[in-house]
């Protein structure tokens, strides 16, 4: 029987957390940082987190987003994004004199050095994640002699390492903590002493962000996930959605993306976003909802966030040198 969808029925259960994660909030602020700090233009390799929202609005305060390291003049400013990049890359940019600011999350620096201890650990490295993404690229560049990329358990049977009683699997920070760990059992089949890291790779904020949308999904007809289609966790808060109970999800980078449609019947509507979001998309479509009777909002807290990280060492050097030079003008 369909939920009845009167005025009073109907309401939103609102993720928390949702939204930025400390690894984004850091590369943003070191992107407006520096163009405070050194002025316009500031060239950021690849978009600095996977968010159309956020790119366009940093590009109307002086930021050029650039492709790749050769389109940065010489002795120019270059941010590496939240995502990470291969040592080749800071190599590129040493010989073209640029001044680079690494604004890559600590979190994926974990995995990164994790590849590189493993690789002269003499270990075949088994990467989970998905091919062409920005962070895999970056991890893979580590150590590519070392590392295979395993993209779901249907790569697994085809893998051929040199030494099966050495190996060790590492992940992408942003996948789905059910489906890795399905292909991480699918490893552990195929290779007995499969070493695993230390710690999880998958980052906090996408596991928090997968619980909460689960407990929302649970009770929703309908999950509204705000978030840009090249950002990996965003994706997977939608595929997470439908597995856990939701009738229907969406992504959308914007509110004027919903549609109408999607709330015949609907009762109940989930809403969370991915960790690149800025929450003023949110509240737009909390506002698009209310206007469609779903003014309702029920918080559904899951997780308490507080990490914070501090901004690259190469900005917070030149802000302390800046601060010393006010002090004693």
Same mark, same amino acid.
């Given at each position: 029987m369909d939920r009845m969808t009167t005025e009073t029925s109907r309401r939103v259960l609102l993720a928390a957390p949702r939204g930025y994660c400390a690894g984004v909030d850091r590369a943003v602020i070191t992107v407006e940082k520096a163009l405070e700090q050194y002025g316009?233009?500031?060239y950021v390799r690849k978009q600095i987190v996977h968010n159309k929202y956020?790119?366009?609005t940093l590009e109307k305060k002086g930021a050029v987003f650039v492709d790749e390291t050769a389109e940065v003049p010489e002795n120019a400013i270059v941010i590496f994004s939240a995502h990470g990049v291969a040592p080749v890359v800071h190599e590129e940019a040493g010989q073209r004199r640029l001044a680079s600011i690494d604004a890559t999350c600590p979190l994926v620096t974990k995995v990164h050095k994790e590849a590189v201890r493993y690789a002269k650990e003499d270990y075949d490295i088994l990467l989970i994640g998905h091919e062409g993404h920005e962070e895999v690229v970056g991890t893979m560049g580590e150590a590519p002699e070392r590392t295979h990329l395993v993209d779901g358990p249907k790569d697994v049977a085809d893998?051929?390492?040199?030494?099966?009683?050495?190996?060790v699997? @590492?992940?992408q920070t942003t996948l789905s903590v059910d489906e890795t760990m399905e292909t991480v059992d699918a490893l552990k089949e195929r290779f007995p002493n499969l070493l695993s890291p230390p710690s999880d790779d998958i980052c906090y904020a996408t596991q928090n962000r997968q619980v909460a949308v689960k407990q929302i999904s649970a009770e929703a007809d309908l999950v509204i996930v705000v978030g840009s289609r090249n950002s990996s966790n965003a994706i997977r808060l939608v595929e997470v959605a439908l597995q856990s109970g939701a009738g229907a999800s969406y992504l959308v980078d914007f509110a004027d993306e919903c549609e109408d449609g999607w709330l015949e019947g609907v009762a109940t509507v989930g809403v969370t976003s991915g960790a690149s979001v800025p929450e003023i998309l949110v509240d737009q479509v909390l506002e698009w909802l209310a206007v469609r009777g779903f003014a309702d909002v029920q918080v559904v807290t899951s997780a308490q966030e507080s990490i914070q990280f501090s901004l690259p060492?190469? @900005?917070r050097r030149d802000l302390r040198a800046e601060a010393a030079a006010g002090e004693s003008a």
């Open positions: 316009a233009p500031v956020v790119v366009q893998l051929a390492v040199r030494d099966e009683s050495k190996v699997w @590492l992940s060492k190469e @900005l």
